[in-house]
C-alpha cells in the first residue's frame, strides 16, 4: 500500500524542491537548513514536502542516494597496470566531481548530526567496483601483479586522495595529481598488496 512519503510529486516540483535542498545544505549547512526554507526556495508548500518526505534528513538521503550519480565506468584496457589505473583514476574523478558539491555541504552536516550521519550510511548504494576488479585481475594474468589485490581496498586509498586534495589542499584532481597518485602510491601499493596476499 502506499504511504504518505512514498507518493511521487511532479517531476519538475519534485526536482525544484532537491534542488533547492542542496542549494541549502552547501549554503548553511543541514542544521541550520529548515523544510520551510526548502519549501520558500522550491516555491513548494510545508504540505508538498510533507507529502512526499518525511523530513529534511529524508530529502537529503533521498538526495545522495538517488540524485547523484556516482558510478563508476569501466575503465579501458590501456595493455598495463599504470596506464589502467590513470584511466580508472581519471574515471573516479569525474564521478567525484559530479557529486562534490552535495558531498562537501554533507560532511559538517554529518559529523554534527548522528540522525543523518545514520541515514545517509543505512541508505548508501554500494559502489560497482567491478571495473576496478576487471583491470586488477588483468594485472594478474599478465604478470604486473604476483596474486590479487582487493579493489575496496585499493579504491579507499583513491577516495582518500581524492578527497585530500579537494578538501585539505583545495587544489584540481588534475592530470599532475593523477600521475602522482598513480605512480607514488596506487602502482606501489597495489604491487605491495599483491606480494604480500600469500604470506
Known amino acids: 500500500?502506499?504511504?504518505?512519503?512514498?507518493?511521487?510529486?511532479?517531476?519538475?516540483?519534485?526536482?525544484?524542491?532537491?534542488?533547492?535542498?542542496?542549494?541549502?545544505?552547501?549554503?548553511?549547512?543541514?542544521?541550520?537548513?529548515?523544510?520551510?526554507?526548502?519549501?520558500?526556495?522550491?516555491?513548494?508548500?510545508?504540505?508538498?514536502?510533507?507529502?512526499?518526505?518525511?523530513?529534511?534528513?529524508?530529502?537529503?538521503?533521498?538526495?545522495?542516494?538517488?540524485?547523484?550519480?556516482?558510478?563508476?565506468?569501466?575503465?579501458?584496457?590501456?595493455?598495463?597496470?599504470?596506464?589502467?589505473?590513470?584511466?580508472?583514476?581519471?574515471?573516479?574523478?569525474?564521478?567525484?566531481?559530479?557529486?562534490q558539491q552535495l558531498i562537501i555541504g554533507l560532511v559538517s552536516a554529518m559529523l554534527s548530526s548522528p540522525e543523518l550521519a545514520e541515514a545517509v550510511r543505512d541508505h548508501m548504494p554500494g559502489r560497482d567496483l567491478s571495473g576496478l576488479a576487471y583491470l586488477l585481475g588483468n594485472a594478474v594474468e599478465r604478470g604486473e601483479l604476483t596474486g590479487p589485490v582487493d579493489p575496496r581496498a585499493l579504491f579507499s586509498v583513491v577516495e582518500a586522495l581524492v578527497w585530500r586534495r579537494l578538501i585539505v589542499l583545495g587544489e584540481p584532481v588534475d592530470d599532475a595529481f593523477m600521475a602522482e597518485a598513480v605512480d607514488r602510491v596506487l602502482l606501489p601499493l597495489a604491487k605491495t598488496w599483491s606480494g604480500s596476499m600469500g604470506t
Do not use: H
Request: negative net charge; hydrophobic residues 40%.
Open 1 to 99: 500500500m502506499e504511504t504518505a512519503n512514498s507518493r511521487r510529486l511532479d517531476p519538475a516540483r519534485e526536482q525544484a524542491i532537491l534542488d533547492a535542498t542542496l542549494e541549502l545544505l552547501t549554503e548553511t549547512g543541514f542544521d541550520r537548513m529548515s523544510v520551510d526554507q526548502i519549501a520558500k526556495r522550491a516555491g513548494a508548500s510545508k504540505a508538498t514536502i510533507y507529502r512526499r518526505w518525511a523530513g529534511k534528513a529524508d530529502l537529503v538521503v533521498d538526495l545522495i542516494c538517488n540524485r547523484v550519480e556516482i558510478d563508476i565506468p569501466p575503465a579501458p584496457d590501456t595493455g598495463s597496470l599504470r596506464g589502467d589505473l590513470l584511466a580508472a583514476l581519471g574515471a573516479i574523478c569525474d564521478a567525484i566531481g559530479r557529486g
